[in-house]
């Protein structure tokens, strides 16, 4: 208890648990499963282009893509019909997955996903306004899904700001104002004639066959430009993640950054829900699932990116094969989200979190 | 490294009327400093006004001639760490993780970790016994191992200047003690100045070589404990009918509240009795 003598550690650390092998170890397991998924990812991309009506090998889809076909009709279906649609799954997939693991990380809560907070209701309003009352062109309809999102994520991040952001007050409003977009869409399509409703209806349950090249190039720009900044983001977010008053005394811009990183994830759901419609579940699980295989490992942002784009091309390949007719991709994903999300809430509630 | 921590007609507030208002404060510098008072005196308030983390209403906080405010937020974390009262982590967060998120304001958006941010964690994780938990998961350790790791994160930061808001609530009190004594070694081998908002004021008493007596957003009494603390100081801050003996193992004030049950009359008052081992006015009674 004497204050003048230094109290030594009580034991000296037993050989392999040194902080510096700890994070080693964390970083080699990290890279390990990033890597992994991104791979998984590929495959999947790479089937997702042999299977269908003309079965294909491997190496026939490989060598289409690497231009060393030889045969005309195996390029007409790899490169003409097929790569569009796989190369939406995935781009969709990986920016619905880091848009979701952002919000989650953010306001730490794992219901925090744009699919519950208004951003894609405000998209679907949207997109559902212009099918039903202007008729409107495929490209018109995705760039009005994206100014809705955008719109209404301002709205729900303008009526939660209360000298700050706390991500409970978030997640309530954004569930309010998510309730009243849904109950408009439910108004206008109750409204609109037979076709266009039920041109409403496939809209809103999202398919990756659904995107013209106009979105899927719109989709594939804004990865390129914010995927990297999401990964520098990550950073910031870490601090983030241990509440403001930690990361404002770490020196992290709290407020700034934590825009920075909304703004990220908002605009991401937004070019992805534009181009495949509003695919329910895929950001909600892509997050936690990356993390359960990450365990206690970094790095999480990209392999959430990689476990949405999984999860949505072997939603698509299931949707697309497994029934007499090609189905919605949103009906896989909400066929399999929806057991989740009810697990989610059950145990949320057991350890008294999740709100 | 000596810094010059003070607020100058300091006044902070959350936006409604000032908690702390017109306050003239120094932290002395390379020396343990104890904010007392009772709750919601101000005392959290003024902690996170010297800390950055809120924007004072009035007057300024100045770090070595520099109004914090003027400073960028990364300048300011490498000079003054702070542990919040109730710092929050994610689940399945290690030791070492949690740790090394202490060295970001001496990271760089690209050159992100280097072999002195190591030698930085590994120290920190030594000075607080906590090297052999590197592995674990925070959620797994007790509540006085917790508040070891999250102080080796402020340890990390590697600051001249370390605030801490109430770091020993929900500790019993042998976890109290070691971390009270563990920031005094920090103290005492480093030199790192340290600024502790505390609830229980002997074991502020005993710690502080600085005292700063907070009621209703003013200080009432400064200076070392031995001079500030005695039963009109004590009744000012806190409303509390007490007397004040000094401490028999250490000879700093301690603090006997009176209450209105148990009292048997007489006391100590500043000196104990010549024969400590009868309690005047309490026949049968004895100290041993």
């Known amino acids: ?355 | 490294m000596t810094h010059e921590l003070r607020g100058r007609d300091l006044s902070l507030g959350y936006g409604g009327d000032d908690v702390v208002s017109h306050l003239d404060v120094e932290v002395p510098d390379g020396r343990i400093t104890m904010i007392v008072g009772a709750n919601a005196c101000g005392k959290s308030t003024l902690l996170r006004g010297m800390a950055r983390l809120l924007r004072p209403s009035g007057g300024q906080v100045v770090l070595d001639g520099r109004s914090l405010q003027d400073m960028r937020s990364i300048d300011v974390a490498k000079l003054i760490g702070l542990l919040p009262q109730s710092p929050v982590a994610p689940d399945s967060i290690t030791v070492a993780d949690l740790v090394g998120r202490g060295r970001y304001p001496h990271q760089g958006w690209f050159r992100q970790w280097r072999s002195e941010d190591e030698l930085a964690v590994q120290a920190a994780l030594e000075a607080t016994g906590t090297a052999d938990l590197a592995g674990r998961p925070l959620a797994e350790l007790s509540g006085g191992q917790r508040q070891r790791v999250w102080v080796a994160m402020a340890l990390a930061q590697d600051t001249d200047l370390l605030l801490l808001d109430e770091p020993t609530t929900f500790l019993d009190i042998n976890h109290q003690v070691e971390l009270l004594d563990l920031l005094t070694d920090l103290n005492r081998e480093r030199g790192t100045t340290i600024v502790i908002v505390l609830h229980d004021l002997n074991l502020a008493c005993r710690y502080a070589d600085h005292i700063i007596a907070m009621r209703r957003g003013v200080i009432l009494a400064e200076g070392s404990p031995r001079e500030v603390i005695d039963a009109s100081v004590v009744t000012a801050v806190f409303g509390l009918d007490c007397e004040v003996i000094l401490d028999p193992l250490t000879g700093a004030p301690m603090v006997l509240p009176r209450g209105r049950h148990h009292i048997c009359g007489g006391g100590w008052r500043r000196e104990p009795p010549a024969d400590p081992q009868s309690v005047r006015g309490c026949p049968g009674l004895r100290l041993g």
Do not use: C
Request: aromatic fraction near 6%; glycine fraction near 12%; avoid cysteine.
């Open chain 1, 1 to 355: 208890m004497s204050t003048q003598t230094l109290s030594p550690p009580p034991q000296a650390p037993p050989v392999g648990t040194r902080a510096a092998d700890v994070r080693r170890a964390r970083r080699r397991l990290g890279l390990l499963v990033t890597t992994g998924l991104g791979l998984l990812a590929l495959a999947l991309l790479v089937l997702t282009m042999m299977v269908g009506s003309y079965g294909l090998t491997p190496w026939e889809v490989v060598a289409s893509l690497a231009h060393q076909s030889q045969d005309p009709a195996t390029d007409f279906i790899v490169r003409g019909l097929r790569l569009p649609v796989a190369a939406t799954g995935l781009a969709a997939g990986i920016a619905l997955g880091v848009s979701g693991a952002i919000f989650q990380k953010l306001l730490n809560n794992p219901l925090a996903s744009p699919d519950f907070v208004g951003v894609s209701s405000g998209a679907s309003l949207a997109a559902v306004a212009s099918i039903v009352l202007f008729n409107a062109s495929s490209v018109a309809i995705s760039g009005s899904a994206l100014i809705g999102a955008l719109v209404s994520a301002t709205l729900v991040y303008v009526l939660a700001f209360r000298g700050g952001l706390s991500g409970y007050r978030f997640i309530l409003v954004g569930i309010g104002v998510s309730e009243l977009m849904l109950s408009l869409v439910g108004y206008i399509v109750a409204r609109a004639e037979l076709f266009e409703a039920r041109q409403a209806m496939t809209w809103l349950v999202g398919s990756v066959g659904q995107a013209g090249p106009g979105q899927l190039w719109a989709l594939i720009v804004a990865l390129v430009v914010l995927l990297p900044v999401a990964i520098l983001l990550e950073r910031p977010l870490r601090s983030l993640e241990l509440g403001d008053d930690t990361a404002r005394a770490l020196g992290t811009r709290v407020e700034l950054h934590r825009l920075a990183l909304i703004a990220v994830s908002v605009v991401l759901i937004a070019f992805a829900t534009a181009a495949v419609g509003p695919v329910l579940f895929v950001a909600l699980v892509a997050g936690p699932l990356a993390r359960r295989l990450l365990g206690p490992a970094g790095g999480h942002v990209l392999a959430a990116g990689f476990v949405g784009a999984s999860l949505l091309l072997s939603s698509d390949l299931i949707a697309a094969n497994a029934f007499s007719s090609p189905l919605p991709t949103g009906l896989v994903t909400g066929a399999v989200g929806a057991p989740y999300l009810v697990w989610l809430l059950v145990t949320a509630n057991r350890q008294g979190l999740g709100g």
